[in-house]
């Protein structure tokens, strides 16, 4: 079975753009979670969603957004970019809201703001 | 504030040797504690759970002790192998409310020398 899918792999963007994420999970997860990882630190939470509607936010501004679609795949978007920005944004998909012990990591995607 | 972290940011050991990596949580509310492993270039990978009404849970070689007065978080993994060098994580979820959310720690760099 295919894991955590993400793209694209890597990403460059300049201040002031706007980028999207995608994020497609295991076959039969319907929870999916987003992470911000800079380097040398620990994944910070954004987002989690659990059918199509927001269940878990971190503390992220307002230019930090996701959906989720009927196919329980998903995107993260990010407006007006910011330098600090640039991060590994990891995916994580899990069958159920909260089961966190069978949550799975995608590869994330690696975005450089310049 | 709210975070949980980690006393050591590296730790060398022989292949063979016992490792214990520590984690400090300042959280009382925290219910559920995961460890997670990040190879280099891949998303982190679960480890193994505690909940807060245990104290102790053993996996494969891997031994979580959770201890709730000083508000601290242990990993021992057994005979340390090449293949456990990565950076570890421990994360912790609050539970209950509608707010799903997992906060983790800053990690270890764990080298293991053949």
């Known amino acids: 079975d295919a894991g955590v899918t993400q793209s694209p792999t890597h990403l460059i963007k300049t201040r002031g753009q706007h980028v999207t994420l995608r994020c497609s999970p295991i076959s039969g997860h319907k929870s999916v979670s987003w992470y911000q990882q800079v380097l040398g630190q620990g994944p910070q939470f954004i987002f989690q969603y659990y059918e199509k509607e927001e269940r878990g936010r971190g503390n992220f501004p307002d230019r930090f957004s996701a959906r989720q679609f009927p196919n329980y795949s998903s995107e993260l978007n990010v407006n007006a970019l910011l330098l600090g920005d640039s991060a590994l944004y990891l995916c994580?998909?899990?069958?159920?809201?909260?089961?966190?012990?069978?949550?799975?990591f995608g590869p994330g995607t690696r975005l450089t703001v310049l | 504030g709210e975070s949980v972290g980690l006393h050591l940011p590296t730790l060398s050991v022989q292949e063979g040797d016992n490792s214990i990596i520590n984690c400090a949580y300042s959280n009382s509310a925290s219910d559920y504690f995961i460890w997670y492993k990040q190879e280099s270039g891949k998303g982190p990978q679960f480890i193994i759970d505690i909940r807060s009404n245990m104290d102790k849970r053993q996996g494969q070689r891997v031994t979580v002790l959770l201890n709730k007065t000083v508000k601290h978080l242990s990993l021992q993994i057994a005979a340390t192998q090449p293949g456990d060098s990565a950076v570890y994580f421990c994360a912790e979820n609050r539970g209950g409310g509608s707010n799903y959310k997992l906060t983790f720690g800053k990690g270890t760099l764990l080298t293991v020398n053949p």
């Open positions: 994580a998909s899990s069958p159920e809201i909260g089961s966190w012990d069978e949550q799975f």
